[in-house]
């Protein structure tokens, strides 16, 4: 490790703190002729909750907040990720605002469209600091517009927020699986059409089951698209878990949200028992928590999330749970299925899984019998197809 005895070169200061990202807000206000001023920032922060108080640190240089300083008071917008032409427009000096969206705020301060939120605030007080000076704001109101990813700064790039836990998906691995399920596409199609549904096949990559080709019945159209990712968490991809290997199918359960049930994890281990012996898995739908979770699988493949959507999403896919507990079939009932899935192996190990869904409603014991076969039957076939596939590399 580096120490630093003696002074200190500025360049070294820079780099050193160049390692520390920041997020970016823009400062907005009306100077006291009445002109909209912005600058963007990096060093907002929230300091005090009693009294309410946030900071930021110009310049003592700064010719913007020589003009911001003479308003009453001022707006700091939260830049969402998709807004770096704004940070890039509002750090320069004098920079207008034609051609951007904004409105007025009653506290007098112009407020940008699109940002994630506004905190307005009047100067509580204006400290120098060396070079700069740190102003506090004394917080009047505040708002979250858009719960996305905030835009960040970090050596001179701009950048988003990313789960660490969540997989950035390899492009590599993905077309690779693209192009082994073509060898079965066929195979899809057939039950695809014997059904009436969509028939889908999903991969481990990374650690999201994503959707690496669909097979459509006449009349139904794709729910998802290729490259679709559902979270490899309980109770989603239990086919998938019950044929992945013991350590995996271990690591699958660890993930379940529910961990402070006590019987729940009994319960998820019998039905991949039960999956691992049948050789299928199924799932009833049910009103709640279906659009809920269409629209947390949705928001979950289309990536970007925040932490909080994240915990939303996991909260709603723990409550699918019950969809997946086993049910006897009887005689003169009818069931709505959500999906029916089955595996696609080689050497003993489990590839893809097809899936059906968007299967008709009201399907009646027989119907649904039918059904889980000619998916079996069709995995079976794909399993087959796929050996040849690898065999003619
Ligand atoms: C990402 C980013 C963060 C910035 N953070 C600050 C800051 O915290 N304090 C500051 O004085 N200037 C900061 N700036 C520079 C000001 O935006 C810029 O100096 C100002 O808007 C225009 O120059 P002027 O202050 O001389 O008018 C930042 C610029 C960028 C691009």
Redesign the pocket.
Known sequence: MDRDDHVIDPARFRQVLGHYP?G?VVITAMTSDGTAMG?????FSSVSLDPMLVS????A?????AALRTATSFCVNVLAADQEIL??R?????ASFDGVAWSLADTGAPVLEGTVASIHCTFDSVLEAGD?YVVLGAVQSLDVHRPVSPLL?FQGGYGKFSIASVDDHSPGEMIESVHLAESFRADMQDVADAVGAECSALTLVGSDLTVVSTALADGVTAQGNLGSRIPYIPPLGEMYAALDTPEAAERWLGRAPALEDEGVMERYRRRLALARERGWSMSFAGEYPDVALVDALRDYSGGDLTPVRLAEIREVIRSANRYYEHRDLVDGERYDITSIVAPVMHDRDIQFVLRLRQLPRQATPDQLTAWIDALTDAAAKASQSLANALKCR
């Open positions: 920041t970016v600058m963007t920032v990096g060093s930021f640190m110009p310049t240089a700064s010719r913007s907040f940070a890039r509002f750090a320069r000096s004098g700069h700064f």
